[in-house]
């Protein structure tokens, strides 16, 4: 799978099932304080990913996600990984 598609995919269920505004999506976005994202949204989010693409999230390499470009990032190493 390459970026692009992790992009579109991940960008479509912030706005559809999370309810992300689509113009505060952005790859230096932050979840909490750019796109409002808080602890209960992003469990949801956890779940999402893991049922779209097949891995499981683990707290401890997410430490370094900060922003949504980062989010991409990760879900492309964990699918290279696979």
Do not use: P
Not at 21 to 29: L, R
Not at 38 to 47: A, K, N, P, R, T
């Amino acid at each position: 799978m390459t970026r692009e598609e992790i992009v579109k995919i991940t960008n479509d269920f912030l706005i559809d099932e999370i309810e992300v505004e689509a113009g505060a999506i952005s790859e230096t976005a932050t979840f909490k304080d750019d796109l409002g994202i808080d602890s209960l949204d992003f469990v949801d989010i956890v779940v999402i990913v893991e049922k779209q693409f097949g891995f499981k999230i683990k707290a401890e390499e997410m430490s370094g996600v900060t922003t949504l470009g980062d989010f991409y990032d990760y879900i492309l190493q964990k699918e290279n990984n696979k």
